[in-house]
């Protein structure tokens, strides 16, 4: 029996399977990109054992495989996904999400230079990014998938269609050897498809104009798109866009944030910041409504997204709100006084340990407890009432010791005002602490 036959009877066996674990990396894709509001087309497959025999006769040709093993890793798309965007330049948001979701082992990035097409071509050819990935972190259900590499090809809707037509004519010999001329027509159709591919990121931008002009963000979609169109590429090459959903569910309920005020906080992004955009957003719009009865109600409610129905809220907005104060805080002692006009800055508690206003184990403490701030407002490894009351407690009693170094009595008198306020708030609280 030779190899590639032995090879076939066992891929034959395990078809369904490769095809189980194509299905299963597609399925995370499809809800991460709806999660994150991106517009594509996501489908999968697994290689069809026919198609296979032929791929397989012509690369023995140029190299004999030596085994059945040679074939496994020379094949790395057994099992393979495709993502069709609607919009190019949402390539940058997908490599962050699949790097989110998957062990990535190799990206190519198309056209590669190194590669020679079989005719003189005038237009660049495939524009695409391919994944070598492995799923991670999987349920009990599907942790048998986890050692198994598979494929993931994202591109334009335009260029996924164009690639498809030529791989079939001119790297498959179902249609024969093409003429010169019709090498040519694929040449020119790729050119309209490069072409397309401009008009489209126009598309996105017009859409984004609009959606200003309008002063109305309504879905997850409009909201990725206006904030992926607004900013440089270099933010969106450095930053990660973050989660637009939790973004999205704070906004929903707070008619008062129109698309131009959005379009003024993105003009505060900061590059030098290790929050995700999405996590910058909500920070200014949070921090600006402080003092707003009808906002802190829009952060009750987004909390009840984030953390369920069932979970009292209070005891966790009064920390996202008590951040508020050490941010103000830090920002006076820094002499940083306006948030109107600069850029996204959070505190930086190794400033305070440089002017002896609180301890190194102070600093990491507080950097811990930055963490948590985060993880409730992404509604993970969320504390249980007890413990959030002692972080709460504790975070209190460093902030205060923050806010007696500044140097302006009206600055420290209020903020300190502000935290007996809040310790208040907390012994009246009837569930989420347990005093």
Known sequence: MSVIKEFLEQYSKQYDYYSELAETGANLLEQELERRGIKAIVSFRAKRPDRLDEKLKRRNEKSAYKDVINIY????????????????????????????????????????????????????????????????????NTKRYESVLFEIQVASVLMHAWSEVEHDLVYKPLAGDLSEEELAILDEINGLVLIGEIALERLQKAITKRTKEKDNISNRYQLTSFITSSLNNSYISKLKLGDTKILFNYLKDNSSISANELADYLNKINQDENETITDQLLLMIINDSYKSSENNLNLSNYLKYSLGENRDVSGFELFIKAWILLEKAVSLIQNDNSRQNKKFATAKFEFLVSKQIITREESLELNYLKKSRRNLLHGVETPTDYQLHAMYIRFLTLTEKIISSILSDNDRDYLLREIGTMRTESSQSRITFMQ
């Open 73 to 140: 890793e020379d094949i790395v798309d057994l099992a393979g996904v495709r993502v069709a965007l609607y919009f190019p330049k949402d390539r940058e948001v997908v490599d962050e999400i699949i790097n989110f979701l998957f062990l990535v082992r190799k990206k190519n990035n198309f056209p590669q230079q190194s590669y020679q097409p079989k005719f003189e071509k005038r237009f660049s050819g495939y524009w695409a990014s391919h994944y070598r990935v492995n799923l991670q972190n999987t349920s009990q």
